[in-house]
T-cell receptor, first 112, second 113 residues
Framework: GAGVSQSPSNKVTEKGKDVELRCDPISGHTALYWYRQRLGQGLEFLIY????????KSGLPSDRFSAERTGESVSTLTIQRTQQEDSAVYLCASSRPGYEQYFGPGTRLTVT | AQSVTQPDIHITVSEGASLELRCNYS??????LFWYVQSPGQGLQLLLK??????LVQGIKGFEAEFKRSQSSFNLRKPSVHWSDAAEYFC???????????FGKGTTLSVSS
């Protein structure tokens, strides 16, 4: 079946603008995760959705970051008033409960 | 604090030679352990995972890893490296599958001919 998809693949924005990044998980995967990968770094956990439970937002770096998920499908990560340090690859992953995560190709965000 | 350390930032191996990538973790409970590979411009692909049972786990593409609780390690190995194995490799740990993972900073593998 189809894997995790993300859009856009690349996004260039000016400092101070808002951006929205989209993730379509694998069908049937109730868990969805957002990670951030800065240049030369590992992945940093941002937020985790599991079914209808309250999301785990413990990794969000500031209140400029937020995420929504519609049921067990699409998720949108929103970054308000972008800063240059927000430049990174944003990766989405999904999983079935108790199983490993499958990652999308990522969105490369560049803030100029 | 929970953490994953990949001591080698960059490794170069000759094609056909064996490979070992190191991963050490600091975790309070019995962890779930993963190795992922990321090729340039690609997302992460799962190579293998350890949840419980046999401490030597086999993965895709001829990779294997051994969980050593006494050393808090989960090193990745391959007996004969191919040029297509050149990529970045990430070790990750979590309290169980299906939760947010803690990742190491990655090891970049170059393969020389």
């Amino acid at each position: 079946g189809a894997g995790v998809s993300q859009s856009p693949s690349n996004k260039v924005t000016e400092k101070g603008k808002d951006v929205e990044l989209r993730c379509d998980p694998i069908s049937g995967h109730t868990a969805l995760y957002w990670y951030r990968q800065r240049l030369g770094q590992g992945l940093e956990f941002l937020i985790y959705f599991q079914g209808n439970s309250a999301p785990d937002k413990s990794g969000l770096p500031s209140d400029r970051f937020s995420a929504e998920r519609t049921g067990e499908s699409v998720s949108t990560l929103t970054i308000q008033r972008t800063q240059q340090e927000d430049s990174a690859v944003y990766l989405c992953a999904s999983s079935r409960p108790g199983y490993e995560q499958y990652f999308g190709p990522g969105t490369r965000l560049t803030v100029t | 604090a929970q953490s994953v350390t990949q001591p080698d930032i960059h490794i170069t191996v000759s094609e056909g030679a064996s490979l070992e990538l190191r991963c050490n973790y600091s975790y309070g409970a019995t962890p779930y352990l993963f190795w992922y590979v990321q090729s340039p411009g690609q997302g992460l692909q799962l190579l293998l995972k350890y949840f419980s049972g046999d401490t030597l786990v086999q993965g895709i593409k001829g990779f294997e890893a051994e969980f050593k609780r006494s050393q808090s390690s989960f090193n990745l190995r391959k007996p004969s490296v191919h040029w297509s194995d050149a990529a970045e490799y990430f070790c990750a740990v979590g309290p169980r599958a299906g939760t947010a993972l803690i990742f190491g900073k990655g090891t970049t593998l170059s393969v020389s001919s």
